[in-house]
């Protein structure tokens, strides 16, 4: 049995490579490391390891540990137990075999075991990284380590050994080739981000690096993960336009409304973005769902000087898929802090026809009014709008508001006249029309336009009062 043990265990340890690791346990302390790695529920390999240790060139033996340091291996395979323990000692290194509670002799029965399994054990664990990345980059340089990051075994590891490589004199020229390699090394979120922030200090020294990064961002899984990448560089420097791309192309895959917001608003604060590319950001927007992520968007972008009517044009459109009235008014209001083509004003008219409230409409419309120079073709197409709410109130008040509007042309009271009939209620047909009799007091061309939009009153009473206000 002992013989046939002997012959199957090696055997199997030369498969370590092909089993999926059912559970990989990871403890430390501050000087001390445990791993145990369970396979499949028949076998388990446990590792204890503490200070410095070093292979030798072919990764089948220890060639020193440090004073403070020890490594044990055991390995358990369906009930026979191997263990391995090796200590410094004044000349080199001491070696303990056993095979259950029995020392056996090492030359003879362990040396052979320990040559098979540690350099699967390398690959698999950080025993002796910081000495073979020091070997590797001493031999081929960055390459040489991004080879061996590529035939690791976990994110884990293959973050430790490229921590150890950012330590070593790499090149600002390699940091892009860094940054590439070992992101697409790795599968965890977790790991690319815990690798790409803390190398972050060096990466910045190069707009290539820094175009890596953003770009190794978008290609994580993960919104949080991907924000926070990209969230940090933004904090530390101003991206070039291919890592901006890269970022918006990151943001377009993020499915958080939350982690978009939180990328985009960060970019829009620096100071270098042309107007094509917050035109960009603000077509972005469209795949928001949220009306108020979306609105937190549009205002920032709003809020840089120097835009195009392009720019304006992607936040109607924008505009357009907002169902709340509250968020639709809240950047329609802040659109019109900047001057409009009359275009863009007619456009803006059109769309507030689809406010379903009466009281948010008129906030846009008499914003408007104030803040915009319409032409008349806008202007009328305002006012046949403002008549039109289903609010007679909201009507007044949008209709008074044009008639007090500055530079208020004749053609323009007229317009008014010709659509305040509209109007159901009495009352607020001879508010709009006392508002405009002083204007047609002093011009005769509108005396019939009055006249003819009074008759539209049923009331006596008030019949009376709009007639008597232009006598």
């Not at 209709?399 to 006249?417: K, M």
Request: proline residues 2%; contains cysteine.
């Amino acid at each position: 049995m002992k013989r046939l043990t002997q012959i199957l265990i090696p055997a199997l340890l030369m498969l370590i490579p092909y089993f999926i690791f059912a559970q990989v346990e990871v403890t430390s302390s501050t000087k001390t490391s445990r791993m145990t790695f369970n396979f499949g529920g028949f076998s388990n390999f446990n590792v204890e390891m503490r200070g410095k240790i070093e292979l030798t060139d072919d990764d089948k033996d220890i060639k020193s540990i440090s004073p403070d340091g020890y490594l044990e291996i055991t390995k358990v395979t369906f009930g026979s137990k191997r263990t391995l323990v090796i200590t410094p000692q004044a000349n080199g290194v001491r070696r303990e075999y056993y095979e259950g509670r029995e020392k056996m002799d090492f030359e003879k029965e362990g040396r052979q075991w320990l040559s098979e399994i540690l350099p699967e054990l390398v690959r698999s664990t950080t025993i002796a990284a910081e000495g073979r990345v020091n070997r590797f980059f001493k031999q081929g340089g960055t390459s040489a380590v991004l080879t061996e990051i590529g035939k690791l075994e976990s994110d884990h590891v293959k973050a430790a050994y490229a921590n150890l490589l950012m330590k070593q004199s790499v090149s600002e020229k390699d940091y892009p080739q860094i940054v590439t390699q070992v992101s697409s090394a790795m599968t965890s979120d977790h790991y690319k981000t815990e690798f790409l922030s803390g190398g972050m200090s060096k990466f910045l020294q190069s707009k290539e690096a820094m175009d890596a990064v953003f770009a190794a961002s978008g290609k994580m899984e993960s919104d949080h993960y991907k924000t926070q990448v990209i969230k940090e560089a933004l904090d530390k420097q101003t991206p070039s336009i291919d890592g901006i791309k890269s970022i918006m192309a990151a943001t377009g895959k993020m499915e958080s409304d939350h982690y978009k917001t939180e990328v985009l608003t960060t970019l829009l604060q620096k100071d270098n973005l042309s107007d094509p590319i917050v035109s960009e950001m603000i077509a972005a927007t469209k795949s928001m769902e949220s009306d108020h992520y979306r609105t937190v968007v549009l205002t920032k972008a709003l809020a840089k000087q120097g835009l195009s009517s392009t720019s304006f044009q992607r936040v109607l459109e924008s505009v357009k898929d907002i169902e709340s009235d509250h968020y639709k008014t809240q950047v329609l209001t802040t659109l019109m802090n900047n001057k409009l083509s009359n275009e863009l004003s007619i456009q803006l008219v059109d769309l507030s026809a689809a406010i379903s409230s009466d009281h948010y409409e008129t906030i846009v419309l008499t914003t408007m009014l104030k803040k915009q120079d319409l032409n008349d073709e806008a202007f009328k197409k305002l006012i046949l709008r403002g008549s039109e709410c289903g609010s007679d109130h909201y009507a007044t008040q949008i209709l008074t508001a044009a008639l007090q509007a500055p530079n208020l042309s004749s053609a323009r009271v007229l317009a008014v006249l010709n659509v305040v009939g509209n109007l159901d209620s009495d009352m607020y047909i001879t508010q709009v029309l006392m508002k405009a009799a002083p204007k047609v007091k002093t011009d005769a061309s509108l005396t019939e336009a009055y006249r003819t939009a009074a008759k539209k009153i049923n009331s006596t009473m008030y019949y009376g009062q709009a007639l008597k206000a232009i006598d």
